[in-house]
T-cell receptor, first 113, second 112 residues
Framework: DQQVKQNSPSLSVQEGRISILNCDYT??????FLWYKKYPAEGPTFLIS?????DKNEDGRFTVFLNKSAKHLSLHIVPSQPGDSAVYFC????????????FGTGTRLQVTL | GEEVAQTPKHLVRGEGQKAKLYCAPI?????VFWYQQVLKNEFKFLIS????????ETGMPKERFSAKCLPNSPCSLEIQATKLEDSAVYFC??????????FGPGTRLTVL
């Protein structure tokens, strides 16, 4: 039972353009969402997060949007840079102590010149 | 330290052998998590600790997997009698609170 889904396994975007990565979830108990970036042979690196009390959070080139009614979130990267090429994972948790993360299966982003 | 450290980087075991993985969380972080990443990028939660206490072990295959976080020692994840299906990358993460988790570089376990 995949509670967090990233339906696009890959995405290719030109440098300078916007990258939009999508994530859907089914568990209505999730109230905290995170995006991680992962390079090969490295651990996931935290990018940005959002609590369910908000619908948008911005940090530099990265913005996460949350639509609770649709159980959907998206990560926008503007402008996209070649160094952004990596696998992006959406993760969700239920607020509480030592909350485990439930991950999506990732979207491989390639930013081309 | 400022980063989560995991050792070894790679581990090769014959089927039925024991495997032991180590994790040093970021100093000051009281929560430690173990995840297993298998094919197709799937991350599976195994176990979490709050200091040395097990908090959530719902993901652990208890018959062969065990984990500890003892004071003043790295946390450990041990697999007794490894099976081929245990081949995966095992990630450790730590956090200060119940929010953002910081991940280590992982240990790649190959069971032959």
């Amino acid at each position: 039972d995949q509670q967090v889904k990233q339906n696009s396994p890959s995405l290719s975007v030109q440098e300078g353009r916007i990258s939009i990565l999508n994530c859907d979830y089914t568990n209505s108990m999730f109230d905290y969402f995170l995006w991680y970036k992962k390079y090969p042979a490295e651990g996931p690196t935290f990018l940005i997060s959002i609590s369910s009390i908000k619908d948008k959070n911005e940090d530099g080139r990265f913005t996460v949007f949350l639509n609770k009614s649709a159980k959907h979130l998206s990560l926008h990267i503007v402008p996209s840079q070649p160094g952004d090429s990596a696998v992006y994972f959406c993760a969700a948790s239920v607020t509480g102590t030592a909350s485990k993360l439930t991950f999506g299966t990732g979207t491989r982003l390639q930013v081309t010149l | 330290g400022e980063e989560v450290a995991q050792t070894p980087k790679h581990l090769v075991r014959g089927e039925g052998q024991k495997a032991k993985l180590y994790c040093a969380p970021i100093k000051g972080h009281s929560y430690v998590f173990w995840y297993q990443q298998v094919l197709k990028n799937e991350f599976k939660f195994l176990i979490s600790f709050q200091n040395e206490n097990v908090f959530d072990e719902t993901g652990m295959p208890k018959e062969r997997f065990s984990a500890k976080c003892l004071p003043n020692s790295p946390c450990s994840l041990e697999i007794q009698a490894t099976k081929l299906e245990d081949s995966a990358v095992y990630f450790c993460a730590s956090s200060r609170g119940p929010r953002q988790q910081f991940f280590g570089p992982g240990t790649r376990l190959t069971v032959l």
